[in-house]
Structure formats: C-alpha cells, structure tokens
C-alpha cells in the first residue's frame, strides 16, 4: 500500500507540463517525453489484493509479478509493476471486465524505487465507485521510430497540462473544441486513409467517460477527436490518455504476435473490418468481427499465445456517451476469440457501438 500523499505528489509529476495560448496546448520540445529507457507492462487483475492473474501480465525485463492492493476509497486500486518503474511521464489505458455497465479509469501513476505504481478506479452505473475486474497497461518511450508515424501517446491532466511521446519526434496537439471536448493532432507520416488503432481512458478523481468521437487521416498526421462525460453522460471536462498505434502494440513494443481492429460496423452481423490499416494482424490473418444482439465477437487468427492482454475503447459519433466493455475473458487458442465486447448507454442499457479492441503478447 502506498499513502494518498505520495499519489498526489505522484499525479503533479507525472502529469505536469506547459499550457500554452487559449484553448490550445501544444506538446512540443521541453515537454514531450524526456530521454529514458524504453518501458512496458501490462497485467490482468481478477481480485483486489495480491498478485495479477498468471499468463496475462508480463514487463518489458524478467520481474515477479505485478501486484494490486486497495487504495483509501472504494473501487480504488493500486497496481504495482516491480521493474519498470524509471520514467517520469508515460501512458496508462484500462478496461473492465464485467457483464454488466461498468468502466475504470486511471487517477494517477509514476516509479518509486525503481517499480512502477498505477492507480485507477472502477465505477458502475451512476458512477457509483465499485471493484471489477480489469486489465492495464503502461508504456512510456523515448527516442524515434524508423519509418512514418507508428506510435504516439498524448496525456491530458484533470487540470489541463499535457504530455505526450511521438515515434517521429514531432509536436502533439491538442485544441479545446467544446465542454469535454478535444481535437488532438498526431504529426508524422502515414496513410491518408483511417490506419492504427486508438485507446482512450478518462483521467480523472470523479468518475468520468471518454470516447473517440471521430478521426481523419491526411498524408501527414493522424487527427482524432476525444470527448468526455460525467457518469450521466453529460459533456463534462476530464483529463484523459489517447495512445495509438500503427504496425506497432499498444505498448509500444513489436512482438511477434499481436493485433488490432475496429468494429466500424456495429449493425452488420459478420464481416471484415476496413480499411485494411483499422484490421492490423502481425502473422497476416484476417481478424473479423461478429455482432449478435449488442454483443460483438471479435476474432484473431493465429496470434493466440500467453501471457497477453486485451484493451477495448468506444467511438461514438456526436455527443453521445457509450461505454465499451469485455463481459468476460477472452479465450487464448490458435486464434484469440473477444467474447465479447458489449457496449452500453450511461443508463445501463446494453446498445450496439463502434469499438476499437486491440490486443498484444
């Protein structure tokens, strides 16, 4: 257990940055990740004391495994990676695991003694505090990356200060669009048609919903649309984190197995998710998604290997708040089956939704 005042010195430091003009923040050279060891991890937590689920974490160095305790209020949580813990800044992204309406966000994070301390909170409908299982990862990088834009992360405080990593070195910005609305720009080369795959997590001490509302691809960045609710789904401001990934893992790293996808087709029963650059497989399957009654299988071929993880993420046109879940664990075999993402309204009500789902070994 780690007292509430080193988490809040832990959330200054960690998120501290420069805003720069009026409504809009640049992340740019002086407040981009700092020089550092590349880092990683990622775990299952299926109980709230004691160590993570065997065969679904992993750190980017030989480590004992990840642990999760109890924070001082209810649904909070403090995961513990042992090895990791050498950057300042970097990314968390979380996902529940429930049947029902229920999500987790991340309040703060930052090293001590040479781990990596994480903690998040779950809620339920009303935003009522609550402990559900979920997985988390934490990446954070330096340096550069050959070829365009493959991975960059953009970290928005509660309070409104960024931080942010890109594999090409370029400024990241973010524009104040509306309440509990943002533009963020990721500069670098790339296709001018949708590619990678995009996590959004609220940052937050109140219970908070961030969605993708949108995104745009032009030959030189990536342009994405993130807003944020209260827990009844009124526009609300929030801190949050927006990682992305192109031919890359969510953590940054290239393992042998791993892959992406969206379901950009919530209606369609069966199909194959395009553009091609949305259906990423690292063996070159095809990964397609089922969606029967609000409850979306997601399948991908070939890459199944433990230990591994599974994050999922909403897109929702407009100012409407959806909340996108695992409702159980998702099977490992030759192919990694998601069953299922499912989807819900703010009142509870399970609803077909435009999800993104990525997962990595």
């Not at 990676?81 to 300042?88: C, L, N, Q, V």
């Not at 550069?144 to 400024?171: E, H």
């Not at 720009?185 to 969605?211: E, M």
């Not at 969510?250 to 379901?263: E, L, M, Q």
Request: aromatic share 8%; proline share 7%.
């Amino acid at each position: 257990m780690i007292g509430s005042r080193r988490i809040g010195r832990t959330i200054v430091a960690v998120l501290g940055a420069a805003v720069i003009g009026c409504g809009t923040v640049v992340a740019g050279a002086g407040i981009a990740e700092a020089a550092g060891p590349n880092e990683w991890g990622f775990a299952l937590v299926e109980n709230p004391v004691g160590p993570v689920t065997a065969g679904h974490w992993q750190e980017i160095v030989a480590s004992p495994a990840p642990t999760a305790s109890p924070h001082l209020l209810p649904g909070e949580e403090v995961v513990k990676f042992p090895r990791i813990g050498f950057a300042k800044n970097g990314v968390v992204a979380v996902t529940a695991i429930t049947d029902q309406l229920a999500w987790c966000q991340a309040q703060s994070w930052g090293p001590s003694a040479g781990a990596e301390f994480v903690m998040t909170r779950c809620y339920r409908r009303g935003g009522v505090p609550v402990f559900v299982p979920f997985t988390i990862m934490f990446a954070a990088r330096s340096g550069t990356l050959p070829g365009g834009l493959q991975y960059a992360y953009v970290v928005r405080s509660p309070l409104g200060a960024i931080s942010s990593y890109n594999s090409k070195a370029m400024a990241d910005t973010v524009i104040t669009t509306g309440t509990g609305a943002w533009e963020v720009t990721l500069h670098g080369p790339g296709p001018a048609t949708a590619s990678g795959g995009v996590q959004v997590t609220a940052v937050s001490p109140n219970p908070r919903i961030c969605d993708i509302a949108g995104s745009q691809a032009t030959p030189s960045e990536q342009i994405i649309q993130v807003r944020c609710y209260n827990a009844a789904g009124v526009p609300t401001p929030s801190g949050w984190t927006l990682t992305y990934q192109r031919g890359r893992a969510i953590t940054g790293a290239r393992p042998a197995r791993f892959a992406y996808t969206v379901n950009n087709q919530p209606l369609v029963s069966l199909y194959t998710p395009a553009p091609a650059g949305v259906n990423f497989n690292s063996l070159a399957a095809v990964n397609t998604v089922h969606n029967s009654a609000a409850r979306d299988i997601v399948t991908m071929p070939r890459v199944g290997t433990l230990p591994n993880t599974v994050l999922v993420t909403a897109q929702t046109a407009g100012v409407i708040a959806r909340v996108c879940n695992l409702n159980e664990l998702w099977v490992t075999a030759a192919a990694v089956t998601v069953r299922d993402v499912v989807c819900y309204t703010t009142s509870g009500a399970m609803t077909p939704a435009e999800s993104f789902t990525t997962y990595t070994s």
